[in-house]
């Protein structure tokens, strides 16, 4: 089985952007597409969204990064580790208003990414009343359509040889080679030259690079609903 590399960006803000723009180009030296997942408190007009913009109407995936889950002091128990655990009805009240938040940018997916866990339930159910295509967590990607999930853990960037090592084997097995990376980590020398060698590593090893808008159906396709002047997701 040949290997899919997807490579996910997040941390996308004003103070980052010029590694953002750095890296982007470098993997685009390589021909390998990012999946950049923004958060709804970080959609906001300028510089940033323009370049997003720019960005995915190159070939990138725009990612919705969370749904900005702050539950007020008297439920926060109820909502443990900032709505791990939010039912379905508030997950789509909270899903109505983060795709508000970056169609106000002129932004618009039909991907989702849950920071740092595994969605809950009550959340892939409100994606997928509000026909979300596909939802990447932690630990595989589900296609919001059918149903079907494939396995593979993002693998967050780590300066350690055995990070590499991790990413060659998951290479050479094939399915799904995830590699994350958050631009903070970028202001350093040493994260982005292991990222860019464990990229390299993986097309060595035969991965074909592709992005969050394929990975779940690699035969399908994802159609987002556009609001009026933004720029859809487009499959590669």
Not at 89 to 95: C, K, P, S, T
């Amino acid at each position: 089985m040949v290997a899919e590399l997807v490579v996910s960006l997040s941390g996308i803000g004003p103070s980052t952007l010029a590694r953002c723009a750095d890296l982007a180009a470098e993997l685009d030296r390589r021909r390998v597409p990012l999946s950049l997942l923004v958060a709804p408190r970080d959609a906001v007009p300028g510089a940033t969204s323009d370049w997003v913009l720019s960005r995915v109407a190159a070939g990138d995936a725009l990612v919705l990064h969370g749904l900005d889950l702050r539950p007020e002091p008297a439920r926060r128990a109820a909502f443990p580790r900032g709505g791990s655990a939010l039912p379905a009805h508030e997950a789509g009240l909270r899903l109505v208003a983060a795709r508000a938040a970056v169609a106000r940018s002129g932004l618009a997916t039909d991907l989702f990414a849950p920071p740092g866990r595994p969605a809950s339930p009550g959340t892939v159910a409100a994606l997928r009343r509000h026909r979300f295509a596909v939802c990447a967590d932690v630990a595989g990607v589900r296609d919001l359509r059918t149903g079907d999930v494939r396995p593979g853990r993002v693998r967050m960037l780590d300066e350690h040889w055995s990070y590499l090592l991790g990413v060659g084997r998951a290479a050479r097995r094939g399915g799904l080679v995830r590699i994350g990376v958050d631009a903070a980590d970028l202001d350093r020398l040493g994260p982005r030259e292991v990222l860019l060698e464990a990229v390299d590593l993986a097309l060595g090893h035969g991965a074909s690079p592709t992005t969050y808008s394929s990975t779940a159906s690699p035969r399908g396709s994802t159609t987002t609903s556009t609001p009026s002047g933004a720029v859809p997701t487009r499959t590669r």
